[in-house]
């Protein structure tokens, strides 16, 4: 893999940093701010106020929204959940598809699996357990443990059982990419109604397919070179090779991956909130503000100001990740 010797950043590049690093920064620091009004604090005497209008507790710099809040402090607040929102669930769906791609990629379907003897006994027991005769359940679940034991006393290796890893992992990620991701998180979302934590679920658990696919086919390549050869020649167990000397190097494609997850993550999170089914309404987000939209149509700022600070974070976003992709 070549890597490029220069590390210079054109200006394009250093603006998009520096409006991440403030976005991150007034996130983290959002509750500590010297904001003159709180997200949900409405005020009642200054409804769809334009920005820089005089409220009852001082300015509104950027103007109140359709239930008179603050939109500077929305804007900060709703800085605070995409980052805590977005930036988590794109690490962890990275990490789930990194190991899943990674075991997919190295063993494919030829992993065999050894079960462990008290685990047989323990499932014997708990199906023996649920036969209608009580007494019979009982001697099948002592036959079970009996016979256990003596494999265990004799020294005799663990049976193994055949697991196709790439088949179930991939056959999960076909099965997830079959769906618009938008359309399975609001039928979830609008079915069932999430909270933040499980709205960052549903987000991890429907984006991890395609770093799973990207790591893969690293691995594929990876496996078959040399350095792994040796390391298998030398006896080193298959996972220690898969964990220590595979898998780093496959884990290259994800430095590219990581800014575009979390352009699709920031998008759809602020996609449910404009629609009122992601978030709940007390959790300031851009999109709910931009939402607002729809009950004071002539109040141009509610929309301007939060969907200037998304599209501004997605391309910042996007530099970043051309920068990362020109220097692998």
Known sequence: MAVLTAVSFSWPQKLAGSWLVLLVLGA????????????????LAHVAEAPFGRGSAGWH??????????????????????????????LLSALIGALAGGAAG???NSSRLAVPYWLMTLGGLWWALQL???????????LGTVAAGLAFWHQRPSPTWPVPIN??????????????????????????????GGLLALMT????????????????????????????????PPGRIWLHHALPHALQPLKTAL????????????????????????????????????????AWWIFIFPS?????????????????????
């Open 259 to 298: 800014p575009l997850s979390l352009v699709g993550l920031l998008g759809l999170e602020s996609t449910l909130s404009f629609l009122g089914i992601g978030l709940p309404p007390d959790v300031a987000s851009w999109g709910g503000l931009m939402g607002t939209i729809r009950a004071e149509p002539t």
């Open 28 to 43: 983290l620091l959002a509750p500590y701010l010297p904001l003159a009004y709180l997200p949900n604090e409405p005020d």
């Open 61 to 90: 710099w950027l103007g109140t929204d359709s239930q008179g809040r603050d939109v500077l402090s929305v804007l900060v607040f709703g800085a605070r959940t995409a980052v805590l929102l977005t930036l988590p669930a794109a």
């Open 205 to 236: 658990l429907t984006t991890w397919p395609q770093s799973a696919r990207l790591v893969r086919a690293q691995m594929l390549r990876i496996r078959i070179l040399p350095f792994i050869e040796a390391a298998r020649a030398a006896g080193l």
């Open 167 to 196: 088949a179930v992992v991939m056959g999960v990620a076909t099965t997830l990419d079959t769906i618009p991701r938008l359309v399975l998180v609001v039928a979830i979302a609008a079915g069932t109604g999430v909270s933040t």
């Open 132 to 142: 209608p005769v009580p007494l019979l359940g009982v001697a099948v679940a002592a």
């Open 106 to 108: 190295f063993w494919g």
């Open 308 to 328: 200037t600070c998304l599209i501004t974070s997605i391309l910042s976003l996007l530099v970043l990740g051309k920068k990362s992709l020109v220097s692998v």
